[in-house]
């Protein structure tokens, strides 16, 4: 079967900088995917090659099977870009009723309106709409024509929690009904939340393309913290199992897997631990770790 | 087949046009500029020799209100155009219309239709105020001629709006709107009689664009000075410039944001 989208090899080069340095990528019908990476990690570049809001410097991108610029292609398809906007004197009745009319079967205009949580909202003009509003203003637009692929990108940036939940609730909701789902986020907990899979990008590269729980297991989940009776080095923590580590004179910080592991080898060659601490790490500071690599 | 079915093409153009009416009514900076400067402007230049008559015979009134009109046709596409792509190229509006299914084609004739019914709006403004106000009549059908000539001739205006609005910034583009369309209008005699203007200017103005779609207006009272085809044919070159110009200031712009 066709994918929804796929991308084969993709490259993109924006004057010096690579932003895309040879992506593969191919998600079918009904799949929810994260693409989950720091900013500036090709995220966006990824959906607007996938869109052709942009074209691959080299590989190639396509929408169900046809060029993403096709007509054929986008009318099937709904999104929710970061860098765009809509005019600020009309309402957000008028906006989703506009843009339902560009769907050969769109949802009705109060639906799509719940969806993105706005009925209080409708007869509001887009102008006088704050942050988060607006961001739920695009949800409407990209669900309202009852596109079988949503691509959004970071749909939950400036949102209230009470947006947040509307948001994240319809897209499980329109998962649930079987629509193709890709959508870009920062933070690791969203992706987990909603997401059956996860693309990782960094600096241009698929680091990891896995289910949650993968994903999980292959980041550090425990912080460990001591001090030292006398100054260690880097050198002390050779061919342990950690990451992050911070040596300051006698203070140690460092994420692992495996902390028995790590501080049986640690007494085992005479590192004098104090103060010790073993937590669970931040989830997201964790994740960093995977992707900030030397 | 390329494109959706033709009836989801009529409602979308429909719907767009709709919304794109909607937007410019609600702009004071566009509604109130494309509607109500050109009768202000009358009241101050045509009211006063409404009366008069020319050696032609026609009504300085007639001629006034006809010049006018072709300023407010101008009005409406140079501003409406200009300012107005670049206000939507600044807001990134074209970025989420670029990702939606509705094709480029028909965002642009919504674009162009509501343009023509705020200058039609315009000039039964202009043709109702100078009746009513001024005493200036015409037989109907002589208005239908000078309207339905501004509104056809206005396609190299068109074209020089969308440029503007390609090429400038949204700060820039009323002041080049202004410095490209206020000096045309008057070298052409929109606001005072060619005759009248000073002899470099007079000597200029069989070259302007906007002095040849006046004769279009002018001639179909019998006030022109020269045919119909001579206007037409310099009205075509003008087109051919302005829409290369339009066409390449569009590429650029595909080039730098969606290549």
């Known amino acids: 079967m066709t994918p929804v989208v796929e991308l084969r090899a993709a490259r993109k080069r924006f004057g010096q900088v690579e ?33 052709g809001l942009r074209r691959p410097t080299g590989g190639e991108a396509r929408l169900f099977g046809f060029d993403p610029a096709d007509q054929r292609a986008r009318s099937r398809c709904g999104v929710m870009l970061q860098e765009s906007g809509t005019t600020g004197v009309l309402t957000v009745r008028e906006l989703v009723d506009l843009f339902r009319s560009y769907y050969p079967s769109p949802l009705p205009t109060a639906t799509a309106i719940a969806r993105a949580g706005l009925d209080a909202k409708a007869g509001a003009r887009a102008g006088t709409l704050s942050g988060g509003e607006r961001q739920r203003l695009y949800f409407a637009l990209a669900v309202c ?65 896995a289910t949650p729980r993968e994903i999980k297991s292959r980041i550090p989940s425990k912080r460990i913290s001591f001090n030292t009776g006398a100054p260690v080095s880097d050198a002390t923590f050779r061919g342990l199992p950690v990451q992050n580590l ?9 994420l692992s897997n495996e902390p028995e592991l790590v501080l049986k080898a640690l007494f085992e060659r005479g590192v004098a631990v104090r103060d010790l601490e073993v937590t669970g790490a931040d989830l997201e500071e964790a994740f960093l770790s995977l992707t900030t690599r030397p | ?36 400067l050109p009768i202000v402007f009358f009241t101050f230049f045509g009211l006063p020799v409404a009366h008069v008559r020319r050696g032609d015979g026609v009504s300085i009134g007639a001629y006034l209100l006809a010049s006018f009109g072709a300023y407010a046709v101008g009005n409406v596409m140079i501003y409406g155009f200009g300012i ?64 339905a000539r ?4 206005s396609l190299p205006f068109i074209a020089l709006g969308f440029a503007i609005g390609y090429l400038s910034g949204p700060h820039a583009a009323p002041a080049v709107a202004n410095l490209i369309y206020l000096p045309l209008a008057f070298a052409s005699g929109f606001f005072v009689p060619v005759g ?38 310099w009205l075509a070159g003008y087109t051919a410039l302005f829409l290369t110009l339009a066409v390449r200031a569009y590429r650029r712009e595909e080039r730098a944001k969606f290549a």
């Open chain 1, 19 to 51: 932003a895309l340095k040879g992506v593969d990528l191919a998600i079918g019908t009904g799949e929810l995917v994260a693409m989950l990476g720091p900013n500036g990690a090709g995220k966006t570049t990824s959906i607007s090659l996938m869109l």
């Open chain 1, 145 to 209: 024509g009852d596109p079988e692929a949503l691509f959004l990108d970071e749909p939950t940036v400036g949102m209230d929690v009470e947006g947040r939940r509307a948001v994240l609730g319809s897209i499980r909701a329109l998962s649930a009904a079987g629509k193709t789902i890709v959508f870009t986020t920062h933070y690791l907990e969203e992706a987990d939340q909603l997401a059956r899979r996860i693309v990782v990008i960094d600096r241009g590269v698929v680091i990891a393309d």
């Open chain 1, 246 to 254: 911070e040596v300051a004179d006698h203070r140690v910080r460092l």
């Open chain 2, 1 to 36: 087949m390329r494109y959706p079915a033709a009836a989801l093409m009529l409602r979308m153009l429909l719907m767009q046009t709709r919304s794109e009416l909607l937007m410019r009514w609600r702009v004071p900076a566009f509604s109130v500029t494309n509607l109500a």
């Open chain 2, 84 to 147: 107005g792509v670049a206000n939507e190229r600044a807001m990134k509006i074209d970025r989420l219309m670029r990702a939606s299914p509705l094709p480029p084609l028909v965002f642009m004739l919504a674009k162009v239709v509501t343009a023509l019914v705020f200058a039609l709006l315009a000039l039964l403004l202009l043709v109702g105020y100078g009746a009513v106000v001024g005493g200036i009549y015409q037989p109907p059908a002589i208005w239908a001629m000078v309207i």
């Open chain 2, 150 to 153: 501004l509104l056809a001739g």
């Open chain 2, 196 to 233: 009248q203007l000073p002899g470099f200017v007079q000597a200029i103005a069989p070259f302007l664009p906007t002095y040849h779609y006046a004769q279009l207006a002018w001639s179909a009272l019998g006030a022109g000075s020269e045919t119909l085809g001579t206007s037409l044919l």
